[in-house]
C-alpha cells in the first residue's frame, strides 16, 4: 500500500512539472512575440538616413553562426600558415571582379598598392585582401553588398580565410547593431571598428578605429595642437555635443549627461532633433535640450575644451574619437568593452582618460583630479597618435599591415618605445637596424653620443680641369677637417676618371665611385661604403671653408635629426595661381636647406630609397633636378620640423665661373631649371597628399650660438672673413 502511494505520488509530481514547463514557456512566448511586434512597429518607423547617420556608436554583441564558433579562439599560431610568408611580407589584392567597391573601400585598397608590402603576384603573397567590399554590413544601408558569402568563399586562396585580411567598419543593423557580418569570415583576421573586447581575437583581429568617407585618402591635415598653451586648461573643462537616443541600444548613458552639465565648464549637449519621425518619440526634456544644443558650435567646444567626452551611441566606437585626438582634445571615454583601436601596440593610458558608464556621475571628479603637467603630456601625445597613425586612410592602412608583419616576422618587432614616441613605428624600420642609437631620433633621447666623425659625400657631374678647380679645393678644404672621418665622391660623369695623380693627396680616405648617369636620386642610395651615421652632402661645386664645415658639423650634433647646411630656400602659396612656388630670394625665412651644402643622418638614405613613393624618384631621375627638394619634403615629413640654416654666407658658389663648372651652373640658373623646381614643389605635395615643409626664420652663426661668445669666436674666427658676394 505504501509503494502504491510513492507511484502515485512520483506520477503526480511528474504531471505537475510538465504542466509547469508548458504553461511557462507560453507565458514566456508571449512577451515575446509581443516585443517582436512592438520591434517591428519601430523599425517601420526608423528612418533609414538617421540609421545611417547613426553610425558613431556602439555594438551590442556578436552573434556568430555555428560554422564560425570554431574560429572564435584563432590565434597567429592556430589560423595562419606562416609558410606563405618564406619570401617575405607580400600583400596581394584580387582582381575587381564582383562588384566596384565604395569610395572609402577604393581607398584602402589605393593605400595598401602604394604600401612597400604589396605585390601583383599571388603565389609569393603571405597575406590576401578580397577587392568586395565588407566596410558596410549594415542591411539598411544603401552601400551594403548583398550575397557575398559565395563570392568570398570562391576566392582561388580563400582556404576558409586563412592568410586573409578582412575590412570592417560598420557591422550589424537596427535594433540590436550587433558585430555579425552576414558571412562566414572563418579563419581571416579582422580589422573591425568598434570592436568589443568580449569578441575581440587577442594577436589576431585588429581593432580600427570609426572615420568618415570623407576622411583623407593620404597626408591629411595635422593635429590642431600649435604648441603648449598657456594656461594649460582651456576655457571648458569638459565637453560633448550630440545626438540623444530616446530609445533603443546606446541610449542609457546619453540621455544622463545631463546630470552632469553645469553650462560653466562642464558643457554636455545633446539633441533629439535627428531622423523624420524625432517628434513622434520626444520626451518631456526635448524642447530644452534642443535649444542648449543650438547656442553652441561644436568645432568651438572641441578647440576650447580640455577634455572631450566621447560616450558610445548605436555602437561602440564613436567619430568623436578622432575628432578630439585631431583637436588635441583629451578624449574622456564612456564606451565599456570597447577595444581600442591599434591596441596590440598603442599604450592609450599616455593619452586618454577612462570612465565608466556604471559610474557616470564620477566623471566630472575624474577630469578635476588630473594636474596640469598631466593634462600637458596627455595632450602631447594625442597630437603625436593623430598625426603617425590616424590622420589619413594611407596611414590607418599601413599600420594595421605592420602589424600583422610584426606578427609575421617576430624577429624585426619594434619595441613600444618606438609605437609610443615619435615619429612612430611607420617611420622606424628594423631592417635598418634593431638599436634605438643607430636612429636620429632617438640618439639624444637615451643618452648617447652621435658621430663625433662625419662621412662627405660629393656629387660630381662636371669633370675637374686641373687640380686648381672648385671640386679640387673643396675635397682638399674638407679634408682638413678634424671631424672628417672619408670621402666618397660620385662620379656621374660621361667620361673616364682622372688619373690617381690629378686628385689631391689628403689626411682622409678617399674613394671615387662611378654612378649610373641617368639617376640622380642615387646620390640619396644606402651605401655600404659609407661608413659614419652623420653624412655631408655636397655639390661639386660648394665653397665651403673649414671652418664652415666644423662648425655646421657641432651644430649637426645638437640637431641629429634634421637637415643642418647652408643654402636656404623657400616656398610660398601662390594664391593668383592656385599652386605653391618656389622662391630663391634672400629673405628672412626659408623652408628648405639644399644638399649641396649640408648634414643629415644616413638613415635619411634608407627612407628615400625604400619608403618613398616610387614615382618621386622616377620625377627626380627624368628631370635631373629637385633630388635635393625631395630630401627635404622626406625629412620635414619625418620630423614635423624645420631644417637648420647656419652661419650669414649668402651663396656657396663663385660667382667667377670656371669653364669646368659653366656649362652645370647655366643650367641651374635657367628659367627652365627654376621652373621645374616649382613643379616639383606641386608634384612631391600632391604624391603625398601634403605639404610638409616647415618654415623658419631661425639661423645659428658663430657669434650666437652657445656661450661664451668670444671663445666661438676665436675658434671660428675665418668664417667672418669670407667674402659674401651677392649671387646674380
Known sequence: MQARKRYILVLFTGLLLLLLYYGGLHMLHGPQREQATLAARLRSI??????????DGQTSSLHVSSAQDKDQKCRMETCFDFSKCKEGFKVYIYPVSYQKPSQLYSDILTSIRASRYFTTNADEACLFVTSIDTLDRDKLSSTYVKNIESSISKLSHWNNGKNHLIFNLYSGTWPDYSEDLGFNIGE???????FSEQYFRPNFDISLPLFAKTHPQKGGNSGDLQGNNFPVQRKYLLAFKGKRYLFGIGSDTRNALYHLHNGVDIILLTTCKHGKNWQKHKDVRCDHDNAEFDKFDYQVLLHNSTFCLVPRGRRLGSFRFLESLQAACIPMLLSNGWELPFSEVIDWSKAVVFGDERLLLQVPSIVRSITAEQILLLRQQTQFLWNSYFSSTEKIVHTTLEIIKERVEKHLARQDYIWNHHPGALSI????SSSLQSFPFYTLAIGAQPSNKFSA??????????????????????????????????????????????????????????????SLSSRFSPNSV?????????????????????????????????????????????QAKGHWGYSSKWTNEYSMVLSGAAFYHRYYHYLFTHVLPSPLRVHVDRTNNCD??????????????????????????DTMLTPSTSALAARWLSAEHFQQRQECLNLFSSVMGTMPLVRSQMRLDPVLYKDPVSNMRKRYRKIEVVDPKPRT
Open 429 to 432: 624600420f628594423s631592417e635598418y
Open 188 to 194: 581571416a583576421i579582422l580589422a573591425k571598428a568598434s
Open 457 to 518: 659625400l660629393v656629387l660630381v657631374q662636371t669633370p675637374p680641369i686641373s687640380i686648381s678647380a672648385p671640386l679640387m679645393k673643396l675635397l682638399v678644404n674638407v679634408g682638413k677637417s678634424a671631424y672628417a672621418h672619408q670621402i666618397v665622391v660620385l662620379w656621374q660623369v660621361d667620361r673616364p676618371l682622372p688619373p690617381k695623380s690629378r686628385w689631391p693627396k689628403l689626411q682622409v680616405p678617399l674613394i671615387v665611385i662611378e654612378t649610373d648617369l641617368k
Open 46 to 55: 526608423e528612418d533609414q538616413s538617421e540609421t545611417n547617420y547613426e553610425r
Open 530 to 574: 659609407i661608413e659614419m651615421d652623420a653624412i655631408l652632402s655636397l655639390d661639386e661645386d660648394a665653397q665651403l671653408t673649414t671652418d664652415e664645415v666644423d662648425f655646421a658639423f657641432s651644430v649637426w650634433q645638437t640637431f641629429p635629426s634634421r637637415l643642418v647646411g647652408y643654402p636656404a630656400r623657400n616656398h610660398y602659396w601662390d
Open 628 to 653: 635635393d627638394i625631395l630630401m627635404n619634403f622626406l625629412v620635414a615629413s619625418v620630423t614635423k620640423l624645420p631644417p637648420i640654416k647656419v652661419t650669414q654666407r649668402k651663396q656657396y658658389r
